[in-house]
């Protein structure tokens, strides 16, 4: 079975400019999440999907992330414009059920915002 | 405000000798508590949890032990072997909040062979 897969593993931009990351998760997994891991700090929540809603954004840093998951498939995580304190290391996790240490993790998308 | 904190930002251990793990928490409110092991270009990978109404649990050579009193919480591996060296992530979650995980910022453990 596939795991949760992302992408692109590594993306460089310049400050004021888009990037869009995408996350697949585990095939039929409802439960999304994204979660960003700053300059070595600990990881920190962004939000949950399930299936197509948002069923907890209260990690999204500002309006500058947009995060949609249309047909409770894949997700993507856009940011516009992406400023200096955005670069960091972003991770999407899956789960079927909502439990503990269900959670399937991705290998990350790294975010360099020059 | 960090709920949940690893101090220790490293640690190096001698193959076959036991390696500790510590963690502290803040919110007493906390279900469950995991430990997460990450390898360099992974994401984190679940290796044991504990349920907040227990103080002990084992799976092969990784134990975690929680001190509900203390908001600590330990994960013991013995042998450590040189597979073992990886981050090592301490999380707490609230279940009523959808599982969403509270991480630590990690522990570097070392295995010297």
């Known amino acids: 079975e596939a795991g949760v897969t992302q992408f692109p593993s590594h993306s460089v931009i310049e400050k004021g400019q888009t990037v869009t990351l995408r996350c697949d998760p585990i095939s039929g997994h409802d439960n999304l999440y994204w979660y960003r891991r700053v300059m070595g700090k600990e990881i920190k929540f962004l939000l949950h999907?399930?299936?197509?809603?948002?069923?907890?954004e209260s990690g999204m840093p500002n309006n500058r992330f947009l995060a949609e998951r249309t047909g409770g498939t894949y997700s993507t995580l856009k940011v516009q414009p992406a400023e200096l304190e955005d670069s960091g290391v972003y991770f999407c996790?899956?789960?079927?059920?909502?439990?503990?240490?269900?959670?399937?993790f991705g290998p990350g998308t790294r975010l360099t915002v020059l | 405000d960090q709920q949940v904190k690893q101090n220790s930002p490293s640690l190096s251990v001698q193959e076959g000798r036991i390696s500790i793990l510590n963690c502290d928490y803040t919110?007493?409110?906390?279900?469950?508590f995991l430990w997460y092991k990450k390898y360099p270009a992974e994401g984190p990978t679940f290796l044991i949890s504990i349920s907040s109404i227990k103080d002990k649990n084992e799976d092969g050579r990784f134990t975690v032990f929680l001190n509900k009193s203390a908001k600590h919480l330990s994960l013991h591996i013995v042998p450590s072997q040189p597979g073992d060296s990886a981050v090592y992530f301490c999380a707490a979650v609230l279940m009523e909040y959808g599982n969403k995980l509270v991480f630590g910022a990690g522990t570097i453990l070392r295995v010297k062979s």
């Open positions: 999907f399930v299936k197509e809603s948002k069923q907890d």
């Open positions: 996790a899956s789960s079927l059920m909502v439990r503990a240490g269900g959670q399937f």
């Open positions: 919110n007493s409110m906390f279900d469950y």
